[in-house]
């Protein structure tokens, strides 16, 4: 069984890097649930939007994000039984510090494929990926019949209207016993 997992979001908790972020360089406290592009990009603008996204995913600032809670523990757990692919959509400058990070957490040896903002949905096919775990609902409305699109519901995506055959968890320990009591 293949599975791939999205970086930003799912496995790194780059909506705690941008609240943070938004507080120490604008003093504006935001809730999580305010750090998606729906919510910030009308309250920052465009300028300040473009920066905090920048320093987000191009800087080392990149790696104080904590992980997602639960994820390093169960990707671990994955390693041991099944390929395990992290399908990001990180430009080429924003792919080491990615790397950097996951080797900061002991699962460095993890592939990476980036798509470069683009769809994610070839990727998924080349690598027959069985299931895709993700926190952001539009990435995985193109998914392949073969494979599985799981959304990580994260404070900031909550609201969002989901078509099928997108399923949802609520955090990585019901993704893992999704996946181990599948019959792919």
Do not use: C
């Amino acid at each position: 069984m293949h599975l791939g997992l999205d970086f930003d979001g799912t496995i790194a908790d780059v909506a705690w890097l941008k609240q943070r972020y938004i507080l120490d360089h604008w003093g504006i406290q935001v809730d999580i649930a305010e750090t998606g592009r729906r919510v910030a990009l009308p309250m920052l603008g465009d300028k300040r939007y473009a920066e905090m996204l920048l320093a987000v995913h191009q800087t080392e600032l990149v790696l104080e994000m904590p992980p997602v809670d639960q994820a390093i523990e169960v990707i671990k757990r994955f390693l041991m039984e099944y390929d395990v692919t992290v399908v990001t959509a990180r430009l080429d400058e924003e792919l080491e510090f990615a790397q950097h990070w996951l080797e900061l957490y002991g699962i460095g040896d993890i592939p990476i494929v980036h798509t470069k903002q683009q769809s994610k949905a070839p990727t998924w096919i080349n690598l027959n990926i069985n299931f895709h775990l993700d926190d952001t609902p539009e990435v995985l409305e193109n998914a392949p019949e073969t494979m599985v699109p799981i959304l990580l519901n994260r404070p900031y995506n909550t609201d969002i209207k989901l078509t099928p055959p997108i399923q949802v968890v609520d955090n990585w320990i019901a993704f893992e016993k999704l996946v181990q009591n599948s019959s792919i």
